[in-house]
């Protein structure tokens, strides 16, 4: 241990010993990122009829009580389908308008992306109710649609940032080879471009499907009924009565967000590989 | 099947280009160009940055829309025809090779876009690859191969499909010198090999010099002169073409009828001078120091500024007697070098007739 202390950490000559303090608050920065959502686990595998931690008894009854329950069910089908199709619909559009943005020699282009990821700056409640008196106008409040429309509008900043940022580092030179190669261009884009931007426009995907599905705000508002998503029937349970099935849902939900987060970071760090 | 990449030159089109604009706000990229690039030539567009040259060729492969006229490829209009229609190969400045692909992938793509057979195909890729001197390559990736091999990786996939034009932009500008110099004696005997008609983008003069049947000197979006590079060299069309190739000093001359003088001198010439305000141009080593046994030179007394080393030739600057500073190159042999004058000291100079080369003293044509 004495060893270690005094050994390098650095090209710098920094000794482990030196460093030691941030060792420390890193680690207590990442706990308290981290512990709020990882107590949710303990407390879904509780006996008790609260939530309580840590628990006394251990059982999975919350999580027969989540599968045994339909209304819980229906959500959870509404929330992988909103978060399926948001995928759909964002990450094609928001590949298509950051390679056009991207290809764009017009001055408006900057401008039009500025205003495309204007749903990531604005306060989420103002896109909620936003959303919310538009949809009663067009009478898609409480559907499907409505909920996957709002999604891919916050989902589509992400889209755009991520696939932007890879055009950046793409050489547009070879489009224009493999057109002049006989290509046109659509043919171009899906046979030379897309293949090489396509760890981001993966990452993008996912980070669409995560958008929708993590999503509270804009849900509580445009979602409802048979309708409703799984997190806006959490709220709604944890406001009326606190009950550990929703901590053995958020524990299932950690559970896929983490995959997916994981699977992200797994192709978006391939892509400098090739 | 034709056999083309082997034995028999591909039929070479003409290309020509009328009244071809293009503006970007209020400035002329192309400002009525009309150039006939004959079939089967080697045509290099040589000029400055910001000349026009790139921006020609982009009109050439339909990647750039000029405001206004024509072009056509043998009998054809092709001026609205989209690049992937107008069946010619290009090679681009940085090779612009699919990393994503292996380098048989790179040379067999234009031949899946023609759905040209597997077999077929792996047959033509190998013929292009041989004939750009990297046979068994196929299997690399383009990340394995150097800027030499991308460069022939570039060239194979944009001859495979044996178009009937090729163009080139500034494809060896990545290369170091050496091999830049062997791939411009390479790529001209692909040329001769293959027929088709090249239009080759590129600022570096001596590149041009090398390797072209004839040069189009570009400046402002114009056709300054379009020759053969001899003739571009030793007889400029206008006073552009002389500064940017090659190094020259031009000289103030007078003129009354067939007589030009410098000086009050008459200058003896062989070729007839154009019409209009003249100047002289004189090139470095077309200027010899004169040591009495002089035959019809032309006389310049001067005194010498500057002597430089450059190993394999000296370079001794000169001012003549109204102030002009005139350059002298001569090659280095063991007597020559130290045959110099001092500087300070004072030398004549001469000239012969066949050298004796006066242009216009107007910048572009035309004017």
């Known amino acids: 241990m004495a060893g270690w202390l005094s050994r390098p950490a650095s090209e710098t000559q920094v000794t482990h010993g030196q460093r030691l303090w941030l060792y420390i608050l890193a680690g207590i920065i990442m706990l308290l990122l981290v512990a709020p959502t990882l107590i949710v686990i303990p407390m879904s595998f509780s006996d008790s009829t609260y939530l309580e931690f840590p628990p006394e008894q251990w059982s999975t009854r919350w999580y027969d009580n989540y599968f045994g329950s339909l209304e819980w069910r229906s959500a959870t089908v ?102 002049s190669l006989g290509a046109p261009r659509w043919k171009a884009f899906l046979t030379i471009t897309l293949p090489q931007i396509r760890f981001a426009v993966i990452t993008s995907a996912l980070l669409s499907f995560l958008t929708s599905f993590d999503e509270v705000v804009v849900a509580m508002f445009v979602s409802g009924g048979d309708n409703s998503t799984l997190t806006r029937n959490m709220f709604n349970a944890l406001r009326d009565q606190i009950d550990p099935t929703i901590a053995a849902i958020s524990t299932i939900m950690i559970a896929i967000t983490t995959l997916l987060m994981t699977l992200a970071q797994v192709f978006g760090k391939t892509k400098e590989g090739g | 099947m034709r056999d083309s990449l082997t034995d028999t030159a591909t039929e070479a089109l003409p290309i020509t280009i009328r009244g071809v604009t293009k503006t970007y706000g209020r400035v002329h990229a192309l400002d009525d160009v009309d150039l006939d690039i004959r079939s089967g030539e080697f045509l290099t567009l040589l000029g400055p940055s910001g000349s026009g040259k790139t921006t020609l060729l982009m009109v050439l492969a339909g990647f750039i829309r000029p405001d206004r006229g024509s072009l056509r490829f043998g009998d054809d209009e092709v001026i609205r025809l989209p690049p992937h229609k107008r069946d010619l190969g290009m090679v681009f400045q940085n090779y612009a090779l699919f990393p994503h692909m292996t380098v048989a992938g790179n040379v067999a793509y234009p031949l899946r876009l023609r759905g040209i057979s597997k077999a077929e195909a792996a047959e033509r890729v190998e013929k292009a690859l041989e004939t750009v001197q990297l046979g068994g390559y196929g299997a690399r990736r383009i990340t394995q191969l150097s800027g030499g091999q991308k460069q022939r990786v570039a060239l194979a996939r944009a001859i495979v499909f044996e178009p009937r034009i090729l163009l080139m932009d500034e494809p060896l500008s990545a290369l170091d010198k050496k091999l830049r110099e062997r791939m411009q004696i390479e790529l001209r005997h692909l040329h001769d090999k293959l027929g088709m008609t090249t239009v080759y983008v590129t ?146 100079l001469g000239l012969d007739p066949e050298d004796t080369v006066l242009i216009p003293a107007g910048d572009a044509p035309d004017e």
């Open chain 1, 78 to 179: 509404t929330s992988l389908s909103a978060a399926f199709l948001t995928m759909l619909l964002a990450t094609p559009l928001g590949v298509v308008a950051a390679y056009g943005l991207h290809t764009s020699q017009m001055r408006a282009a900057r401008l039009t992306f500025v205003i495309l990821i204007t749903p990531m700056m604005v306060p989420l409640i103002l896109v909620a109710i936003g959303a919310f008196y538009v949809y009663v106008k067009l009478k898609i409040v409480y559907t499907l649609a409505g909920v996957v429309i709002a999604h891919s509008l916050l989902a589509l900043p992400l889209v755009l940032i991520v696939t932007s940022s890879a055009l950046k580092s793409y050489d547009m030179n070879q489009e224009m080879a493999a057109r």
């Open chain 2, 203 to 348: 600022h570096d003069q001596r590149e041009a010099l090398t390797m072209s049947d004839r040069i189009a000197v570009i400046n402002h979006g114009r056709v300054m002169q379009i020759d053969t590079p001899s003739r571009i060299y030793d007889h400029p069309a206008n006073r552009f073409v002389a500064d940017f190739i090659g190094e020259s000093t031009f000289l103030p001359v007078g003129r009354d009828g067939p007589v030009v003088a410098y000086e009050g001198q008459p200058l003896s010439y062989t070729d007839t001078p154009p019409s209009g305000d003249l100047v002289l141009m004189i090139r470095p080593e077309r200027l010899r120091i004169l040591t009495g046994e002089a035959r019809e030179a032309n006389r310049f007394e001067a005194t010498v500024t500057d002597i430089v080393y450059q190993g394999d030739s000296y370079l001794m600057y000169a001012r003549l007697a109204d102030g002009a500073e005139v350059a002298v190159r001569g090659v280095i042999r063991s007597t020559t070098f130290s045959a110099l004058p001092e500087v300070g000291g004072s030398v004549t």
